[in-house]
């Protein structure tokens, strides 16, 4: 993993990021056996990501498709253009 490579799952916001680590790093500091995280240890951190990075990777698709339709009207736009009836 190259730390300067944004994925596509990464967040921008680095204070949130650190926010989801810090979260994580303590409810898995709280698990007793660390060698097994059970189910309900599992679905907890689960929850943690969805709960904190949710609304980011939604806008994010959001502001994805905004952009690809953006781009597909415009590629209609010009196809229409060029329909037109030149006098």
Known sequence: YNANM???????????????HDELITRLQEIDDTSTVGVIAAQDIVDIVTAKLGPEIYNRGINDAKK?????????????????VKE
Do not use: F, G, M
């Open 6 to 20: 944004l994925r596509k799952w990464d967040t921008e916001n680095k204070e949130l990021e650190r926010a989801v």
């Open 68 to 84: 690809l339709i953006t781009e597909k009207l415009a590629d209609i736009d010009i196809d229409l253009t060029t329909l037109e």
